[in-house]
């Protein structure tokens, strides 16, 4: 007979219901009990995973304009920091990728499953480009128009031309056929992917700020107004990285 353990090692690698399962519920041990009831446990969220994860694929399937139609997913990250760049990105996602169950906004996931994410969507995904949008930019013509510029740009960046680009809550002016969605990131597993490179660049790109500008602690607030931030920025002044237009970057620079 098998010991507790030993199945519970079974019930960790077990991703799918068989019919050992069945034999496990006349075992009597409570040990075996209380890991089968976790298991049970674990495959319901695991099932309501794949059902987001088709949500996700059938709403993006809703705008292709053709049964082979690629459909592309915008998003942003950083509208709203001190300092640091917005970034945007788009991405081209096949209709099945399994590989992305569990993929969600950016938000919602912690760091290191967004890390890990931002690989995995590199890896299956038709087409994808990311774009960099600098504070010197978001000074000179708004955050708004800053980020709305650095949308079009990633979708011109992307190799493969999309039929449909599906954009989180902002008008593009672009030659393809778009739809402003809000919230999209949540609807959407193109714009959700988006989001996940977006905010993994913009977090990489502001742990390189961090290592010239320690003082800032760049790499723990993303260059959003933290009171530690703002403390630094009364100590030391602005960067050329901080948003001259932004309060109150504006009033300590």
């Known amino acids: 007979m098998q010991t507790v353990k ?3 090692v079974l ?12 034999e496990l519920e006349n075992d009597n041990r409570a040990g075996v009990q209380k890991a089968l009831k976790r298991w049970y446990k674990n495959e319901e969220k695991r099932q309501e995973l794949r059902l987001a994860h088709q949500d996700k694929l059938a709403f993006d399937a809703s705008y292709k304009p053709f049964i082979d139609a690629l459909v592309a997913g915008v998003d942003e990250a950083g509208r709203g920091p001190l300092a640091g760049p917005v970034v945007t990105a788009a991405v081209i996602l096949p209709s099945e990728c399994d590989e992305l169950i569990g993929l969600d906004d950016s938000k ?8 890990v994410l931002a690989e995995t969507i590199k890896a299956v995904a038709i087409d994808y480009a990311i774009h960099i949008q600098p504070a010197s930019v978001i000074d000179e013509i708004n955050i708004y128009e800053a980020t709305r510029q650095s949308m079009e740009a990633s979708v011109n960046q992307l190799t493969e031309v999309p039929d449909f680009v599906i954009v989180d809550a902002m008008q593009l002016s672009i030659a393809m056929p778009t739809a402003s969605i809000t919230k999209a ?4 597993l193109a714009v959700a992917a988006a989001s996940i490179l977006a905010k993994t660049t913009r977090d990489q790109y502001m742990a390189k700020l961090h290592e010239k500008y320690p003082m800032y602690q760049f790499q ?5 107004g933290t009171a530690d931030h703002i403390e630094a920025l009364k100590n030391y002044g602005p960067t050329i990285h901080h948003r001259k237009t932004f309060e109150p970057v504006k009033s300590l620079g």
């Open 11 to 22: 019930l960790k690698a077990l991703t799918a219901p068989s019919a050992w399962l069945k």
């Open 6 to 8: 030993e199945i519970e």
């Open 185 to 188: 990131d949540a609807k959407s």
């Open 108 to 115: 919602a996931i912690s760091k290191e499953k967004r890390e």
């Open 220 to 224: 723990k607030n993303a260059g959003y």
